[in-house]
């Protein structure tokens, strides 16, 4: 993992695309990828697996306030996610 210097920028969305349609969605994920392109760290938060999985490189999972997990995207991991999702098990990935 690199550490970003202090002065990149970093940009947290939270649920950015709740309550829009399939469209809206799509510029929201060109916009986020450009974004990234840029050189500017993301940080999404959402409660939307599909979206989650569809542009995250890291994903790290949270429970009841706590992290219970963290790992690479990848198809390998997702059942691990979900477990973490439901706190059934800790995981560093």
Not at 14 to 38: F, M, Q
Not at 46 to 65: K, N, W, Y
């Amino acid at each position: 993992m690199t550490t970003k210097n202090a002065e990149e920028p970093i940009i947290l969305l939270d649920e950015p695309t709740r309550g829009v349609d399939v469209n809206a969605k799509r510029e929201i994920y060109g916009i986020i990828s450009r974004l990234v392109e840029d050189g500017i760290s993301v940080v999404m938060v959402s409660s939307e697996l599909p979206e989650i999985f569809g542009v995250s490189d890291r994903i790290i999972v949270m429970f009841e306030g706590k992290k219970t997990g963290e790992f690479i995207n990848n198809e390998e991991n997702q059942e691990k996610v979900m477990k973490a999702l439901l706190g059934v098990e800790n995981y560093e990935a």
